[in-house]
């Protein structure tokens, strides 16, 4: 279905007008051959997401690639989609490991992560301090209505108190 090689580009093609549909929306192209680079751009599809050609049953959707290069000069409109790269980080959580499924967590996901529960009551104190963190938040701590960004083998120190 798709051409890993350079584009085959024949000068003929290029002024002929062809049709694809990324993410339910259309979209015209004036050359033979496609790259997911190329898709990613024109349907604005965030650097993070996956890129498919769909494909009828029972095959496969075929993932695309930045440097894939897809032929839209075969009979029928080409039908791309994207979605969000399955995240999956392990977080170390009161030197326990703690599996994460999101890019942010908030604080009261943390103590949950530390304590199996969030104790809203204004008695009880919670302290968390975080180190080995992304770019963004490298290391700090947290309060109460914080988010921070999350990459694997964070690390987060969680301590309760009360206050009486």
Known sequence: MTKESDKNQNPEQGNHVLQLIINDKHYEWNQEYISGAEIRNLGKIPADD???????????DEAIKDDTNVNLARPEIEHFFSKAKHFNVVLIVNLREKTWTEKRINFEQVVVLAYNVYDPNPNKVYTITFDRGPHQNPEGSMIKGDKVFIKDKMIFNVKQADKS
Request: glycine letters at 0%.
């Open 50 to 60: 996956e890129i498919f050609l769909s494909i009828k049953r029972p095959w496969e």
